[in-house]
């Protein structure tokens, strides 16, 4: 069978965008929010930056001079195109300057230029002229003043046509209609969304991490051994979801006969019968899933051990709810005690149990020693299976130095929770010190979540862990802070 390594294959950065928008849909509510706080932004904006403005118009008729004074029906298309024209010359310097000249009182060239606009009406041979200021007088006084001056400009350039003056101007009493508080509205929260989503996306790409079974198997080229939904125990008397509790419901129970079968199968095909079940960072539920395979086993008739390897932070002992014990794997390690005194037969749960009940402060080395090899394979001839529980593969070298005395390997995978390049490095670790990795566990799958509810806060320390201290990568190093401080004596 070919290695992991050989079996590998690199594809270069990946996209999943489906993922993406899946992620996406569990913030809806944050995009909303910022959003809706987008969008008042720019309405406050716009309200303390509006400025109340007043408009009088002008329009005119383009007329071309006939004898009868009448504009033939071919002449109409002329008048239309002719308005062009005329509307350039009501909005040219000469104009504009002319209105100073005549303006009514002192008014500059700046402000004229600023307030007036003109339109030609589609596709007739209509002009209106619309002259807006702060002040409504001065912009009826500019309207008026537009009245009186343009027939002198126009005769100049056409004298040969007219333009009629069609409705006069008059002084307005309201502001114009403010539409900005709604544009600016829409236009910032459209942007606070957008910018939402591109934050959103790039840590997306950065975070880089498990979000599906099947693009877990497609990156890593991994089998999966099955995929353990997100649920929650409404068990309260229970240190963790075990697959003994028919509460935990028939979809949690039945995953992990499934993942029973396969490894069976594994077993009855190679002959391994002792598995280590590990993860690649802490908190992602390798005692949970290591103790369920074990119970699984026990309930099909099989004679199974359960040893916890994890000896800076032991923790089956509390998940099986076991009374404290005199002596652990690191009393048999030391040859403070035999196999037969450190090994525990829990009735209850129909396994044998051995662990200890607090952290030792050399746990690598007592790992790496030639009894722990003896103890692993005295275990073996006297179990049909033997479920190590160990250390977070890529913080501490304690699942290295296990894996060259077991036959293979089962790695626990949260969903989003671990990047990709911590579990790829624990599973080429793994596999270069000689255990075969049969396959993963992905762990507190979301995508079809039960109406149970939510699956995983108790993971890690039963009820106190979640993703905690997920953000940085560094902060998976919490793992090993303090770790090997022993309150053992």
């Known amino acids: 069978m070919r290695s992991y390594s050989e079996k590998k294959n690199s594809k270069g950065l990946e996209i999943n965008i489906v993922a993406f928008f899946r992620e996406l849909s569990k913030k809806l509510w944050i995009i909303i929010a910022v ?24 329009s005119f008729v383009v007329n071309t001079a006939t004898e009868n004074e009448q504009a033939a029906s071919g002449e109409i298309n002329a008048q239309i195109n002719m308005a062009g024209t005329f509307s350039y010359i009501l909005s040219s310097r000469v104009m504009k300057e ?11 060239y700046a402000t004229v230029d600023k307030s007036i606009s003109v339109k030609v009406v589609t596709s007739t041979n209509v002009i209106v002229m619309s002259v807006t200021a702060e002040d409504p007088k001065v912009a009826y006084g500019i309207a008026n003043t537009v009245v009186e001056v343009y027939g002198d400009i126009v005769s100049e350039t056409y004298p040969n046509a007219k333009l009629t003056l069609c409705d006069r101007p008059v002084l307005s009493t309201y502001p114009n209609s403010d539409k900005s508080l709604i544009s600016f509205a829409t236009m910032f929260g459209f942007i606070a969304a957008v910018l939402c989503c591109a934050v959103y996306f790039i840590m997306f790409l950065v975070k880089d991490t498990a979000k599906s079974a099947n693009e877990l198997s497609d990156k890593l080229d ?9 649920i929650t125990n409404k068990n309260k008397t229970a240190k963790g979801l075990l697959v003994t ?4 419901g028939f979809s949690f129970i039945e995953t992990y006969k499934s993942i029973r079968t396969k490894i069976e199968n594994n077993s009855a095909r190679t002959g391994n019968k002792v598995f280590i079940v590990t993860s690649a960072c802490e908190n992602e539920g390798k005692t949970t899933t290591c103790v369920n395979i074990a119970l699984s086993l026990a309930q099909n008739g099989k004679n ?39 090994i ?3 009735t209850g749960f129909d396994v044998c149990v051995l662990a200890d009940q607090n952290g030792v402060p050399n746990p690598s080395e007592l790992l790496s020693t ?28 304690d699942t290295s130095v296990i894996a060259g005395f077991v036959d293979a390997a089962i790695v626990v995978v949260r969903e989003d929770f671990a990047p990709y390049s911590r579990i790829r490095m624990s ?56 770790y090997g401080q022993s309150t053992k004596k």
């Open 35 to 58: 959003t809706v706080i987008g969008a008042i932004c720019g309405a406050v904006f716009a309200e303390a930056t509006r400025t109340e403005t007043y408009t009088s118009t002008v």
């Open 98 to 108: 002319a209105i100073v000249e005549k303006y009514p009182g002192e008014i500059n």
């Open 222 to 230: 991994v089998h999966i051994l099955g995929s353990v939904q997100q």
């Open 245 to 248: 509790d028919r509460k935990n």
């Open 304 to 342: 199974v051990l359960i040893i916890d390897a994890d000896l800076r932070k032991p923790s089956v002992s509390k998940l099986l709810s076991l009374p404290d014990t005199e002596y652990g794997l690191s009393d048999v390690i030391i040859g403070r005690a035999t196999l037969d005194n450190a």
């Open 344 to 346: 525990k037969r829990v």
């Open 370 to 397: 030639d009894k722990m090899e003896a103890t692993i394979e005295e275990v073996r001839k006297e179990f049909d299976y033997v479920l190590i529980d160990t250390a977070p593969a890529s913080l501490v070298t």
């Open 427 to 482: 599973i080429e670790d793994i596999d270069s010190n000689g255990a075969e990795i049969i396959g993963c566990v992905f762990n507190a799958d979301t995508s079809n979540v039960s109406k149970n509810g939510r699956y995983g806060r108790r993971y890690g320390s039963y009820g106190k862990a979640g993703k905690g201290s997920y953000g940085s990568y560094g902060g998976y190093g919490s793992y090993g802070y303090g």
